[in-house]
């Protein structure tokens, strides 16, 4: 399920959440920014894409159907709810160990959060 600036628009909201409580799994994706994450606590898998371009979203479908995403959030998310509650601090982020970049040796940093 993608979402784009879910946080000023209600009706994303309520079709994200009633999709959450299906108990079915849902990838929810965030195409703008990653604050729409404070919106779905519930979410047990979700990526931010940062934006629309043909690149974005071609790493976006890659990442859906297997491949191993790598980074870390440049900010903060705070609850909705309760803003002084941290939901996903800086720097969370996935790593898979050690693998190759371009015939180089790289090792990934821990996951933190």
């Given at each position: 399920?993608?979402?784009?600036?879910?946080?000023?628009?209600?009706?994303?909201q309520?079709?994200?959440?009633?999709?959450?409580?299906?108990?079915?799994?849902?990838?929810?994706?965030?195409?703008?920014?990653?604050?729409?994450?404070?919106?779905?606590?519930?979410?047990?898998?979700?990526?931010?894409?940062?934006?629309?371009?043909?690149?974005?979203?071609?790493?976006?479908?890659a990442?859906?159907?297997?491949?191993?995403?790598?980074?870390?959030?440049?900010?903060?998310?705070?609850?909705?709810?309760?803003?002084?509650?941290?939901?996903?601090?800086?720097?969370?982020?996935?790593?898979?160990?050690?693998?190759?970049?371009r015939?180089?040796?790289?090792?990934?940093?821990?996951?933190?959060?």
């Amino acid at each position: 399920m993608t979402t784009d600036n879910a946080w000023a628009d209600p009706g994303q909201q309520a079709l994200v959440n009633a999709l959450l409580a299906t108990g079915k799994p849902v990838t929810v994706v965030a195409l703008g920014g990653p604050y729409d994450l404070a919106y779905f606590p519930s979410a047990q898998t979700y990526l931010a894409a940062y934006g629309y371009q043909p690149d974005t979203l071609s790493a976006l479908v890659a990442d859906l159907f297997g491949a191993q995403p790598l980074g870390h959030l440049p900010v903060t998310i705070h609850s909705a709810s309760d803003p002084s509650s941290v939901l996903v601090p800086y720097r969370t982020g996935l790593h898979y160990g050690c693998g190759t970049n371009r015939g180089r040796r790289v090792c990934h940093e821990a996951a933190s959060g």
